[in-house]
């Protein structure tokens, strides 16, 4: 059963518009969500984290909101450029025991491919 | 900055045959992630190491094998490879469960 759904395989969206990506989890232990950015035989890149104990987190262009009564979170990049076309995963992880709560391995979602056309 | 190494970035291998794949963490970093990422498919967990311990397992196979050495680097034995091992490979360190940082990963072809 996929913890982590990203239930749009693809996005396109003017530049200069928003793009809004969506992300389900059904894991309530999950308490920290990553967002990555994934290049064709690329590691994936690392975009924007937030923890459960915030709601929104903001860095530039990208900011990722959490809603956890929903178990839902969203990445938010505005104004899209055309060189954000990248397949995007999002990523949960429950705490590690090893670290007392830190990140411990990544649950993927499938990844949604967004186009941003000029 | 230095980022993780992943080794060889490319590697094509016939069925049954075996293979290494090597993963170099961020200099201090002291946990290594391995990850598989079949064509069209979302990244999965493999296995963990934490000073060179292995900390995490999930869906790896028992023809693998994976373990860290003492200077934190790891490597991912496979064998008896199978057509549906063909995948992009990739590892991820952190220090103490943060900085998560992904190498560009290895991609394996079995012929």
């Known amino acids: 059963d996929q913890q982590v759904k990203q239930n749009s395989p693809s996005l396109s969206v003017q530049e200069g518009r928003i793009s809004i990506l969506n992300c389900d989890y059904t894991?309530?232990?999950?308490?920290?969500f990553l967002w990555y950015k994934k290049y064709p035989a690329e590691g994936p890149t690392f975009l924007i984290s937030i923890s459960s104990i915030k709601d929104k987190n903001e860095d530039g262009r990208f900011t990722v909101f959490l809603n956890k009564s929903a178990k839902h979170l969203s990445l938010h990049i505005v104004p899209s450029q055309p060189g954000d076309s990248a397949v995007y995963f999002c990523a949960a992880s429950a705490g590690d025991v090893n670290y007392g709560g830190s990140q411990g391995n990544l649950i993927f979602g499938k990844g949604t491919k967004l186009s941003v056309k000029p | 900055a230095a980022g993780v190494i992943q080794s060889p970035r490319h590697l094509i291998k016939e069925k049954r045959e075996t293979a290494t794949l090597k993963c170099y963490p961020i200099?201090?970093?002291?946990?290594v992630y391995w990850y598989q990422q079949g064509p069209g498919q979302d990244p999965q967990f493999l296995i963990s190491?934490?000073?060179?311990?292995?900390?995490d397992k999930g869906s790896i196979p028992d023809r693998f094998s994976a373990q860290q050495f003492s200077d934190y680097h790891s490597e991912l034995n496979m064998s008896s490879l199978e057509l549906g091992d063909s995948a992009l490979y990739f590892c991820a360190s952190t220090f103490r469960g943060h900085g998560y940082t992904f190498g560009s990963g290895t991609r394996l072809t079995v012929v």
């Open positions: 190491f934490y000073e060179k311990m292995q900390s």
């Open positions: 894991n309530s232990m999950f308490d920290y």
């Open positions: 200099p201090r970093h002291d946990t």
